[in-house]
Nanobody, 116 residues
């Protein structure tokens, strides 16, 4: 069973930065895409950003130009660098990974709180 270990959440003031990490227990090369989602209290879970095994990225319009998703194959880790954070970015952030065989895995989530 693959596990996704997330870290890096916390409390930050508006305008600040955080970097989230997602480290799968298996090789990062088994996944065709790794995504970050977020879910604010009382709201649905929304896609934030994704990165394919080939390094192609996509972003939600609300975070484009502020967030950067990247992968370090040597460290078997995907990162979400979040800059210029806003109170509306407050949410639980989840890592999601889909294998080349369409198996889908979720992390336990990491909380991000942005104070105004």
């Amino acid at each position: 069973q693959v596990q996704l270990v997330e870290s890096g959440g916390g409390l930050v003031q508006a305008g600040g930065s955080l970097r989230l990490s997602c480290a799968p227990s298996g090789s990062i090369f088994m996944f065709k895409i790794i995504r970050w989602y977020r879910q604010a209290p009382g709201k649905q879970r929304d896609l934030v950003a994704g990165i394919t095994s080939g390094g192609v990225t996509n972003y939600a319009a609300s975070v484009k130009d502020r967030f950067t998703i990247s992968r370090d194959n040597a460290k078997n880790t995907v990162y979400l660098q979040m800059n210029s954070l806003k109170p509306e970015d407050t949410a639980d952030y989840y890592c999601n990974a889909e294998t080349h065989w369409s198996q889908d895995y979720w992390g336990q989530g990491t909380q991000v709180t942005v104070s105004s």
